[in-house]
């Protein structure tokens, strides 16, 4: 009886820390989703000025690139600071 429960013991943080594997997947497999979705938006988005190829459609594309890494760059500055704050970044 208490071999068991030594052995159920072991089994269940086992179980518990393999299950963070999937959440690891799903985070990927969102961040894909939101990749494919951002190009359908930029492809019609920029569709109207052009044809794909086109110097029109080219700059409509690079701008809304452009746009995206601002956004992304200004999100991380704002995490980068609330960890500073918390003390999580103290050597950075």
């Keep these: 009886m208490v071999r068991k429960a030594f052995i ?5 943080p086992m179980a518990t820390g393999f299950s963070g594997c999937a959440d690891r997947k799903e985070i990927h497999a969102d961040r894909v989703a939101q990749q494919v979705n951002q190009d359908a938006e930029d492809e019609a988005a920029c569709r109207a000025k052009g044809e794909p190829g086109t110097a029109e459609y080219d700059a409509c594309r690079q701008v809304l690139a452009n ?3 601002q956004k ?3 999100d991380y500055q704002k995490r980068r600071q609330f960890d500073r704050v918390l003390g999580g970044l103290d050597d950075l």
Excluded: N
């Design 8 to 12: 159920l013991a072991l089994l269940v």
């Design 67 to 69: 746009e995206r890494a």
């Design 72 to 74: 992304a760059e200004i």
